[in-house]
């Protein structure tokens, strides 16, 4: 019995797959669950950073999906995904990504990290 060409790279893709270890992201923390200063975190995202970051869904719109952002070792741009790295992104701005440090104050950085948290 001959292999057939299309299924060879499938069975890569499929061994590949097991062996990076499909890590599934946990979902979010319902809104209905968020504390008092992840809930004004997630309003600080709905004012400022939601026209180009999606937080609680996948899909990418002019920046990239910020959901799951610290489940992963590293942000898309290849950085750790600290606070540090995120909060110097936000404030200074990266790439395509505006700097937006004369836009959040100290206390709405600090409830945008925490919500982040809870994607």
């Known amino acids: 019995m001959a292999i057939q060409k ?40 709905q004012s400022n950073c939601r026209q180009c970051h999606s937080d609680r869904e996948s899909k990418a719109l002019q920046g990239p999906s910020l959901l799951g952002v610290y489940q992963k070792q590293y942000l898309p741009s290849g950085a750790a995904a600290t606070d540090e790295r995120i909060q110097a992104t936000i404030l200074h701005g990266r790439n395509m990504m505006p700097a937006m440090g004369g836009n959040v104050s100290d206390k709405d950085m600090a409830d945008l990290l925490v919500y982040l948290h809870t994607l």
């Open 6 to 45: 299309t299924s060879i790279p499938l069975a890569a893709a499929v061994v590949a797959a097991v062996l990076l270890g499909c890590r599934h992201l946990k979902p979010p923390v319902p809104l209905e669950k968020l504390n008092e200063q992840q809930t004004h975190g997630y309003w600080v995202f």
